[in-house]
């Protein structure tokens, strides 16, 4: 077997709402992990009811692509997504 290791000098950028969902699949598995449950459709339905929220908030359309343009902007939207996610785990795991 060969094992090849690139350096690049270039800094990895990420796209905002991938960045966004990765934050939103880490929590699920955080929470899952605290309530030691599987949540199967929050990781969706939390997230629809966020990116709604946000597109009434900014004007913008609920695609997430056209939705999320910064890194900031990404955060603000993740913190929708908790607090819908936690009201969810709460009322299955009380």
């Known amino acids: 077997m060969n094992i090849y290791i690139i350096e ?10 991938t960045y966004y969902k990765r934050k ?3 929590y699920v598995m955080e929470l899952e992990a605290k309530y030691n449950c599987k949540f199967w459709y929050m990781h969706y339905a939390c997230e629809q009811i966020a990116r709604e929220t ?12 056209s939705l999320v343009y910064t890194i900031d902007e990404a955060d603000e939207l993740f913190q929708l997504f908790k607090i819908y996610a936690n009201v969810w785990a709460y009322q299955i795991c009380r």
Do not use: V
């Open 54 to 65: 946000y597109a009434k908030k900014t004007g913008r359309r609920s695609n997430i692509t």
């Open 8 to 17: 690049s000098n270039q800094p990895k950028s990420i796209l905002p709402s």
């Open 24 to 26: 939103c699949e880490c």
